[in-house]
């Protein structure tokens, strides 16, 4: 019986502590394994954590976005604020008298009181489930800058610098002062040149027969301006036109003048009304070079063989729109004609022994330019002169054609009427000049 009993107790012996042993290991092992899941855990805080410093943005409306929920996601806290909710203390933080009220069912509503209530409560419970999980304090979070302390008071400065520092008084600097009078000027000037060639080149057995010549034609046009920009202007144009052709049968002269003249116009304009101003003008003409009949050596025309001036004084229309026209008034006019050459004078209208003669009338001028298309222009000028008992006019008429910026082609048309003139049959008429050329022209 002994012996049974002494057995019986061995194997409870041997049975109670492999059973101790049993429950250590086991113990051991989950608490090997809780440490680990912990471990982790808080190591994918602490990865979530910096990216959430780094690179990381949010801009939703969850619980996320609220930085009050910060001790929910942080290393286990023991903070002081839940032990005083949970022993009914007015915990420190800015709620007062609203934490007595909610904790006797007074108060509802406070959005911010219960969230931190609610809170409070979870890390109470977890403090008494899991303490051994607690990792650090909250003193100690606040000593490392852990924790942030918001300043909600308005700061005011008490002393102000500008009060301590005595501004300077200005000093007055006066520099001299330097005027500089710059008077305007009132003239321009514009001038144009244009070269025109041609060549007519017939063979011997030409059906229609003609004669080979070769010709030029060179213009030069000057303007010069005066305009206050209140009521005075005057304006001074001079134009050259020398056009020279060989003649085939001519034996005597190489070349022939074809068109041949020097023309100057002064007109000094000052303004009355409107489009009108009080206007003088003297007009001058004649010819460069002398002109023969074929294989002669007698001279039609020369320099100053005429010479014709006339000064007029009226009135002066201005327009300036799409086209521009002038026109001049002469309500009193002198003309003035002049042959220096002695066997010319009753070719141009004046009497045996007489170089000049003098006329009183009246006159008008018409300038007229016009741009027809882009490449097209057309510029006139009719002349009108009468003493009562004879009349002159002239009409001149060109036509440029614009094919780039230094090529045209010139159409010039300019018929003529002298009363004091006559012809060799005696007979007073039209007479008539005409053009047409490609040329090369530069304006300025």
Do not use: C
């Not at 066997?343 to 003098?358: A, D, S, V």
Request: net charge positive; aromatic share 16%; charged share 25%.
């Amino acid at each position: 019986m002994k012996k049974r009993l002494l057995i019986l107790l061995s194997v409870m012996l041997v049975a109670s502590m492999a059973y101790s042993q049993r429950t250590k290991r086991a113990k051991a092992i989950t608490t090997a394994f809780a440490d680990e899941i912990v471990q982790r855990y808080t190591d994918s805080l602490a990865q979530l954590k910096a990216y959430y410093d780094s690179t990381w943005t949010y801009s939703g409306n969850d619980l996320l976005k609220n930085p009050y929920y910060y001790r929910l996601f942080l290393k286990p806290t023991f903070y002081y604020t839940p032990i005083s909710q949970t022993m009914d203390n007015i915990w420190v933080g800015k709620y007062g008298k609203e934490r007595r009220l909610f904790r006797s069912g007074q108060l509802e509503g406070d959005f911010q009181l219960k969230r931190d209530s609610a809170m409070n409560d979870m890390l109470a419970k977890f403090y008494i489930s899991n303490p051994q999980y607690i990792a650090q304090d909250e003193k100690r979070l606040t000593e490392t800058s852990g924790l942030r302390s918001d300043i909600n008071e308005k700061i005011e400065t008490q002393v102000s610098l500008a009060d301590k520092v005595k501004p300077k008084a200005p000093e007055e600097v006066v520099e001299p002062v330097q005027i500089v009078n710059r008077r305007p000027n009132f003239w321009t000037l514009k001038h144009s040149y244009g070269v025109n060639l041609q060549q007519f080149h017939f063979s011997d057995n030409w059906y229609k027969g003609g004669n080979n010549y070769n010709s030029f034609l060179g213009t030069a046009n000057y303007n010069l301006t005066y305009n206050d920009q209140r009521k005075l202007v005057f304006v001074t144009t001079f134009a050259v036109k020398l056009g020279m052709q060989t003649v085939k049968g001519d034996t005597i002269h190489e070349w022939t003048p074809t068109s041949n003249e020097m023309r100057m116009v002064n007109n000094l304009n000052i303004k009355a009304i409107g489009h009108w101003s009080y206007s003088m003008q003297l007009s001058s003409v004649t010819q460069i070079l002398p002109k023969y009949n074929m294989n002669s050596h007698t001279a039609i025309s020369d320099i100053f063989s005429p010479f014709n001036t006339n000064l007029s004084v009226g009135m002066d229309y201005n327009l300036n729109k799409k086209f521009t026209l002038k026109v001049h008034l002469g309500a009193l006019a002198f003309d003035y004609r002049y042959v220096a050459r002695a066997n010319l004078e009753t070719r141009h209208g004046l009497k045996p022994n007489h170089h000049y003669k003098e006329y009183y009338g009246s006159n008008i001028t018409v300038n007229y330019s016009m741009k027809i298309m882009k490449e097209l222009n057309w510029n006139s000028r009719f002349d009108y002169f009468t003493d009562y008992s004879f009349y002159r006019w002239e009409f001149e008429n060109t036509f440029r054609f614009t094919i780039n910026k230094y090529l045209n082609t010139t159409l010039y048309l300019y018929p003529r009427f002298d009363y004091s003139r006559r012809d060799k049959e005696g007979k007073r008429r039209v007479e008539f000049q005409e053009y047409f050329s490609l040329g090369f022209n530069i304006d300025f």
